[in-house]
């Protein structure tokens, strides 16, 4: 779960347009997705029966998508509309090597993953398929990197990136955003989509309301991880996670295991997560807060943890029962 609200660092436009380019020929149409509903049959009758109707029945009408508020197409500006029945929300965490999700994750009706976390030579432990990536304004450069997984064979796939305002605003300033609608007009098939500065308010809203904690004063900064998994709640029925270990889970000795599943050698999960929790000078990450957060969010939601399996404890002591989903904001 990729990390800090920093000072953007502008990607310029002819590196991204030398990035881009290379992979323009390779990006083909693909099929529509949209959901068909079959008609019922008509039923058999007696040949000495009443003659049957000529009149075709109605063929079931699809209940309207509804609208995510407080996320924005970089290009055409309208709302996010999406839904989910079911949510398979991959995380990064070396946990999941050697798991063997992958199908498991993939027979979920949406997969969900974060910043440049790939699948491609990881399929048998976190799937195939992405139907959402959220992404923070610092990996724009990573998942460019990637490209050619991450955008040339992401068309069905949602992006959501989020960042602060400096980077995000629309008068020409917000280099971020710029990049992004840069991408998108050279790429016109990815369905790219940023959060509003209202909608980033909230995200700092509902952080307070669940710790007690003031983003800005305790000088913390929110994951992507945060950021997901409240998404996730508005978007769908039912969130399956995947490698989020429990909150209290790096108190005890555990098997070293990297904090990216993708990055065998990087640095350690728990000593990431103690070290940023105890760290006293500068902003910080509040990965085991969050962590204490999502729990009390699963018990009266649905929402289960996988690899490791656990189910939340007694409501821990300072933290707030409620699921509180995120609030609507645009």
């Avoid at 969130?239 to 989020?244: K, L």
Wanted: overall charge positive; proline content about 6%; charged content about 20%.
């Amino acid at each position: 779960m990729k990390m800090k609200i920093r000072v953007c660092h502008g990607v310029s436009g002819i590196i991204l347009v030398t990035m881009v380019t290379g992979f323009m020929l390779v990006y083909n149409n693909s099929g529509s997705g949209d959901r068909s509903y079959s008609s019922s049959s008509l039923s058999s009758h007696r040949l000495d029966g009443p003659v049957p109707s000529t009149k075709k029945p109605e063929r079931p009408q699809p209940l309207p998508t509804p609208t995510l508020s407080g996320y924005t197409g970089v290009m055409d500006h309208k709302p996010l509309k999406m839904h989910c029945r079911t949510c398979a929300l991959v995380t990064s965490s070396g946990q999941l090597t050697g798991s063997r999700r992958g199908e498991e994750i993939d027979s979920s009706e949406c997969v969900i993953r974060m910043n440049d976390a790939p699948s491609i030579r990881h399929q048998q432990d976190v799937g195939r398929r992405t139907s959402l990536r959220v992404v923070s304004h610092a990996s724009l450069q990573m998942v460019l990197r990637s490209r050619q997984e991450l955008l040339n064979a992401s068309q069905d796939t949602v992006f959501i990136f989020w960042g602060p305002n400096s980077c995000m605003r629309r008068d020409g300033k917000g280099n971020v955003y710029n990049n992004l609608r840069l991408l998108n007009q050279l790429l016109p098939k990815l369905k790219v989509y940023i959060t509003s500065r209202i909608k980033m308010l909230k995200f700092d809203e509902l952080f307070e309301k669940e710790t007690g904690l003031d983003r800005k004063s305790s000088k913390s900064w929110l994951t992507t991880g945060w950021f997901t998994m409240a998404i996730a709640v508005e978007l769908c029925d039912r969130i399956d996670v995947y490698g989020m270990v429990p909150p209290d889970f790096c108190r005890s000795s555990h098997p070293s295991l990297p904090y990216h599943y993708y990055e065998p050698s990087g640095p350690d999960e728990c000593s990431m997560y103690l070290s940023h929790e105890r760290n006293k000078q500068g902003s910080h990450h509040r990965f085991n807060t969050e962590k204490v957060v999502f729990a009390n969010w699963a018990r009266t939601l649905d929402i289960h943890f996988h690899q490791p399996d656990w189910k939340p404890a007694a409501v821990t002591a300072g933290v707030n029962s409620s699921h509180a989903p995120v609030p609507a904001g645009s």
